[in-house]
DNA sequence: TCAAGAAACGGAGGCACCTCCGATTATCTC
DNA sequence: GAGATAATCGGAGGTGCCTCCGTTTCTTGA
């Protein structure tokens, strides 16, 4: 990181998405994603534009033209992953107990933030570029913990007196934590602390 | 600013100034400062190390050495200016009237914020590092213009029920303003505008 | 003054970023 | 299907970052 200064970041005509993209190209595009984002998860920042064409088996130019900057790209891969994380949510709702889908729900909320650690620095440009982005998605990962919180709630498997906002910042406690080795086992520990504080109290518990 | 992902930024040991450089070390030390602090004014981080090596007539190795990391070197370019600024505090009250050097002071502030415009990114990173270095800079540059303020108003040319705060709060000001082209013309503005300000119903003004 | 050793120099080389444009498709029209 | 054409591909090339290490220069002390 280094050169370029303003990191400029033209927003990519947000309702412009009329234009279809040709079938090679979406493939690419796709392809690219996929490939980023486990580059990111593995080498964070430091993951190199052209590895991650050639792993896609396609020209450094073809990577430029899909995503002019590595914020565009990095844009695009982290929004994926708050989509997944959202539809996780949904998912787990359907084939689990309210109790099992929020805590599970919560683990990998946890993967999640893992990954982002090694992108923050590109996750910071961006933000100061175009905060509207992190307006969304932590809109979006708010709601699918509220879903999973009210069910549970109603279901008595978890405490009624319970606050989104304090579990919002349980969680956010986890991402604000010291990078150490152990931080991912630590945090997975900090949130069986807090289901179990959750459901301690709560309808079933007393059954 | 691009691939290295955390940008280390290794203390240089502050006690460990004991060793003297050879002369032609910090012959070229110095070059290079003095070439860095035009070059980040110039074209702020988007100033080349090799091109900043070349004009000192130095080789790339050299700059490195000197400086492990761009940061580095923006740092003690910024450490300078600092110095400067706040040793031209000293000078402009002894050769001039109280009130005419604090704004002539406040003047270069300006000249010296729109410096730093250039390198604000590399300045965010070292402050992220280490932001110490910004505790004892700002200190210095409030104690300056305490200086010249407290000296204007025992000579009773400017009012008396001023507060520091004030007048540092009205110069971040400038520092927060938008980056438009007449910044720096509007800015100048300001602070004339905040001198008659300050004289206005002064002792002086009255007599 | 001079020689030896320590310190500093400097640039080649390897890698990454990003641009540019001729070659290569996919899609459309008939 | 076949040709036209517009969109897409891909990689060479120029620049910058940074490291490594053989060469040069300074300093020391005899």
Known sequence: ?????????KEVAPAAQAKRLRADASRNREKLIAIAAI??????????????????????????RHFPTREHLVEVVYRREVEALCDAAEELAQNN???VALSEWMQRFVDYIAAKRGMAHSLRIL????????????????????????????DGSIRSDVDISDISQALSGIYSAPDTPDWRDRSRRLVSLLMDGLRWGSAKSKM
Chains 1, 2 share one sequence.
Do not use: C, H, W
């Not at 990181?1 to 970041?9: I, L, N, Q, S, T």
């Not at 509207?132 to 509220?146: I, K, P, R």
């Open 1 to 9: 990181m280094r050169r370029k200064e303003p990191p400029e970041f």
């Open 39 to 64: 580059a990111f998860a593995e080498r964070g920042g430091a993951a190199s534009l052209e590895d991650i064409a050639r792993q896609a088996k396609v020209g450094i130019g073809t990577l430029y």
């Open 97 to 99: 107990a309210p109790d």
């Open 127 to 154: 933000f100061d570029a175009n905060s509207e982005v992190f307006a969304n998605t932590s809109g979006m990962v708010t709601t699918a913990l509220q879903r999973l919180v009210d069910a549970a709630v109603a």
